[in-house]
């Protein structure tokens, strides 16, 4: 390598240095690259953290013969402080617990796309129980994985995150593993396929993500003293014990009903989400209750009604719902919600001592000229008591009546922005 004028090159760079340079990669193709540029570098493989085999990392006729497997396993050999093995090409289940044993001491993280395996038809023989032996594991993620009986993994004591994505489920399954992973703080089951009922406890769980898939009734009974974060999607029924450290929930249900919701008090919470195309009002109810104290709420529910029967939202009174939520700061109403605050008696309690004294933002999606009085009559008063609103959005969306009464309703509705034009748009 020529050297320049201060004599020396890449020679007289500190093993240290050079080492810190190549831990920087873990693309398999830039570490075999650079394994060939010198002796020097090549002897620094071993110390590299991690090694992440993308998907076309190998070419069919090497996968077909078995090379990628071999390939696989020289890479893990030759690093022998791997801490991280992410594998997203197709490999055979049959090697992988010999890998997993050659770096069982230092291995924390692993990932694997078990839909990209070249012996699928073994997902659901055992193969998956070879995981027990990275024993300081703590982060695992799986693609593709079916999951119809639990695991052998024992107990993953160090286990911190979980995430399993695109998996066929069955509950008892599900209830198991969790039970072997009793120290999760992050667990996440994306695109999964379950029906039945979903029921563990985690005393140290902050953050859960559940995105369940399918029109079937699925319940979720969840214990977890410590949890921050919840995002369910997909069930019809949800217990929640312990919620009252919770600050961000988040509930949806894309088709299919909401029947029961129950969280307990939630004095911590400072976003809910709630969404779908159906919910008891009991449990639409019962959730804002609960959320007293929220300071960003998002409401977008098509009906409510039991079982088949769709029906519009009850009344609701806007001074009651905003005096039951003194720190809103922002809410995002969808059509329902907002036609319950604009019927009839909704404005009754109106006198000139009510205030909104927290909220600053407001994203009203209107669907329907109906009531337009009661419409744009609420509008006004929205402006009006909220002493700190910074901004108003008004979301004209699929408007399905095409008669004069359309074009009134916007109409009025484009005059009040040009009232309030410092503080309402119209989208």
């Not at 489920?169 to 969790?178: C, G, S, Y």
């Not at 898939?213 to 974060?229: D, T, V």
């Not at 700061?329 to 009754?348: D, P, T, V, W, Y």
Request: proline letters at 4%.
């Amino acid at each position: 390598m020529e050297r320049d004028g201060w004599g020396g090159g890449m020679d007289s760079v500190p093993d240290g240095v050079v080492q810190h340079i190549l831990s920087m990669l873990s693309n398999v193709r830039d570490v075999a690259a650079c394994a060939c540029v010198c002796r020097r570098w090549r002897e620094h493989v071993p110390y590299l953290p991690a090694l992440f085999f993308p998907r076309n990392a190998f070419d069919a006729a090497a996968v077909g013969g078995g090379a990628a497997d071999e390939a696989i396993g020289r890479m893990v050999a030759a690093v022998a402080r791997l801490r991280e093995l992410v594998i997203y090409c197709p490999f055979s289940l049959a090697r992988l617990p010999g890998w997993l044993s050659m770096r069982s001491a230092s291995l924390r993280v692993l990932e694997l796309r078990m839909d990209a395996a070249a012996d699928k038809e073994a997902l659901d023989a055992g193969y998956l129980d070879c995981i027990a032996l990275a024993t300081g594991l703590e982060e695992l993620r799986l693609w593709g994985v079916l999951l119809t009986s639990a695991p052998a993994w024992g107990p993953l004591q160090g286990l911190r995150v979980l995430e399993i994505v695109g998996a066929p489920l069955r509950d008892t399954a599900v209830t198991e593993l969790l039970a072997a992973c009793p120290n999760l703080t992050d667990l996440s089951l994306l695109g999964c396929d379950c029906s039945g009922e979903v029921s563990f406890s985690l005393s140290m769980l902050q953050r859960c993500r559940l995105d369940f898939l399918g029109g079937g009734n699925c319940s979720l009974l969840l214990a977890a003293p410590r949890l921050q974060s919840l995002e369910a999607q997909g069930f019809t029924w949800i217990s929640l014990q312990g919620g009252h450290s919770l600050r961000r929930l988040s509930i949806a249900k894309s088709t299919g009903r909401v029947y029961t919701v129950d969280t307990g008090k939630l004095p911590d919470l400072e976003f809910l989400s709630l969404r779908g195309v159906q919910w008891s009002w009991a449990a639409v109810s019962s959730v804002l209750q609960c959320a007293s104290q929220v300071k960003h709420l998002v409401m977008k529910i098509e009906f409510c009604g039991e079982f088949d029967l769709l029906q519009p939202f009850p009344e609701v009174d806007l001074v009651d719902f905003f005096n039951s939520h003194p720190r809103l700061r922002k809410f995002e109403i969808h059509g329902a919600m907002f036609a319950a605050l604009c019927q009839r008696n909704s404005l009754k309690n109106l006198d000139s001592r009510f205030t909104i004294p927290c909220l600053e933002e407001l994203l009203i999606t209107v669907r329907s000229p109906l009531n337009a009085e009661q419409k744009l009559s609420t509008l006004e008063s929205l402006v009006k008591y909220s002493v700190n609103l910074q901004a108003m959005v008004i979301r004209i969306s699929q408007m399905k009546n095409c008669h004069d009464a359309a074009d009134d309703f916007f109409e009025e509705i484009c005059k009040f922005k040009y009232t309030n034009y410092k503080k309402v748009q119209i989208e």
